[in-house]
């Protein structure tokens, strides 16, 4: 039996890729006044996705940028718009989706660079502020509306946009909900709240519903709580706790190694495995513009199935079943 109190192995990172001189900014923004007390910002790393060509995407929050990198560790911008994109993922038939601070549900067109609104509004209302998504093997799409809720405005929402349209409000309580996965088995979900310093579990009911959400891990310490999470091969949870470096806790929600950054960077904010090297975990390292990479002890799952869902995501005639 494992011992909660016992050492936890610590697994280094190494930088894998730098974000190129020609793509560095070092000017302020209007997100950066917000949100990082008026920095002067090269960028901030969000949102890595794999595709099945091996390449890596992310985005860049405060300059509205969307990048690819090759296996190479090549940067390519892919498109720069208006907008504050923070999470992007990637449907199992190459459709790419972004969550946008400012504008809602993006879909990126990666030929042309081209975005477009999918989902901009809740019956009207404007969202808070997106912030992160993940597709569920079924095709269901879940994502967070984190905008400025904390501890002291715990408004925060979990949506899920089903494969058939219609989109369902799981919560709206959490302090600052930011990464969002879900377990291999799909009975739960967990969800980051920042602000609060911890991830929640969120149990699934058998009509869809959610009931008796609970908190699975309590952090503390760094500069700010959970950001980016991730689940493996064997239910264990990867966390990246801004200012610690990224924790990964067993199926019992028990520590069991944690990853150091490399260099200087204090945020790294989130992650993804290779699909080539399943081992092989990739995390935006924010404030430096560089993409870190740790071999971890436990593979992920596999990012695609092997033929995509049928059916597109959302019909032109969507339904909106808030709840």
Known sequence: MFNPFGPVERIPARVWSRMPAKYRRGKRSAWA?????????????EGPS????GRLW???VPFGRVFRIDPDGAWELVTEYDGWPNGLKIHRDGRIFICDYRRGLLGLDAASGAVAPVLETVHSE???GLNDLHFAPNGDLWFT??????????TGRLYRLRAGGALDKLLDCIPSPNGVTLAGSGRHGYVAATRSQQVWRVPLMADGGVSKVGVAIQLSGGTAGPDGIETDAEDGLLVCHLGVGVWRFDARMLPTHLVQPAADETHLTNLAFD???P????LTASLTGTVQVARMPVPGRPLFAHSPAPGPLLP???TQGDQ
């Open 316 to 318: 032109e005639n969507m």
């Open 279 to 282: 081992r092989d975990l990739y």
């Open 50 to 53: 794999f595709d099945r060509q």
């Open 126 to 128: 404007s969202f808070k």
């Open 145 to 154: 509306d984190q905008g400025q809720t904390g501890v002291a405005d715990p």
């Open 58 to 60: 992310l985005v860049d």
């Open 33 to 45: 006044d917000a949100n990082r007390g008026g920095e002067l910002l090269d960028c901030f790393l």
């Open 275 to 277: 699909p080539r090297e």
